[in-house]
């Protein structure tokens, strides 16, 4: 094959490719704690899968595509080192962070934080004698949880920002913690930034979060940087759903939700 500047490309030989394929294949493995239990989630025989690590044979076209799904890869894992693609797929999957960030951050099981609408409450950043109300929604896809949901009008007026909803939406990711759950939340081109860190309420009936929200801006005099924060699970229920988002916006603390306000515990300095 002749590349771009006219000369001749070497063509890697078969035995160098599935070396390729082998050591591949081992990094990505090597994120598991159980080889056999790796196997058996790919339905792939334990002497097999060696073979594969070895370097001694390639899998099938139906295997490989079977593995490329599992991994979240392409079918370029036969044909270049997985650093040049992990690159290629975000910063959190870049190899000099990947297994301080990147790696669980598909280890959120649904009945730790299930997917949804959820109602959030907090002391306003910038009305100290306000809360804000909002709705978000949660999702799974490509194996991670998400979120996504949009500033209130009022909010966004009050700081003087546009309110239209290209800028009022955020999206985030969510990523576990030892004892919660954690989330990096931006607008687009991350105009603006928070950190979320959310623990289980534990409650009848097991749908409350508690936490703290935090933002990216300067120390002032008036505004806060950090909050107490509550999330609430609506589900999909579509009645409850819509009278959060009726609710959406700034209100005073005794017209907020009794338990929202119990949990935010306005009368103790947030610490």
């Known amino acids: 094959m002749t590349n771009a500047s006219g000369t001749q490309d070497s063509q890697p030989s078969p035995a160098e490719l599935r070396k390729i394929f082998g050591a591949n294949l081992r990094i990505l493995a090597d994120r598991y704690p159980s080889v056999s239990q790796l196997c058996r989630e790919l339905g792939i025989n334990r002497t097999q899968f060696n073979r594969y690590l070895s370097g001694e044979s390639f899998p099938r076209p139906d295997v490989l595509h079977r593995m490329c799904q599992f991994f979240d890869v392409d079918a370029r894992i036969l044909l270049e080192p997985i650093n040049s693609l992990s690159t290629e797929r975000g910063v959190l999957n870049h190899p000099l962070i990947a297994d301080f960030v990147g790696t669980g951050m598909t280890d959120i099981p649904q009945d730790v934080f299930p997917d949804g609408f959820y109602r959030f ?64 939340v931006s607008h687009k081109n991350t105009m603006a930034t928070s950190f979320n860190y959310l623990s289980r309420v534990a409650s009848f009936q097991n749908h409350y979060w508690i936490g703290y929200a935090t933002r990216t801006v300067r120390e002032t005099v008036t505004g806060c940087r950090a909050a107490r924060l509550v999330y609430e699970h609506l589900g999909s229920d579509t009645g409850a759903v819509l009278s959060a988002a009726r609710s959406v916006g700034f209100c005073k603390p005794d017209e907020l939700i009794p338990y929202h306000r119990k949990l935010l515990q306005l009368d103790r300095p947030f610490s």
Do not use: W
Request: charged letters at 30%; zero cysteines; hydrophobic letters at 40%.
């Open 121 to 184: 409450s907090r002391l306003s950043f910038t009305e100290a004698d306000l809360i804000i109300i909002g709705l978000v929604y949660v999702f799974r896809q490509d194996k991670h949880t998400f979120i996504r949901g949009y500033e209130a009008k009022e909010g966004m007026r009050q700081q003087g920002l546009p309110t239209d909803q290209k800028t009022r939406e955020f999206r985030g990711v969510v990523l576990p913690q030892e004892d919660g759950l954690a989330a990096l």
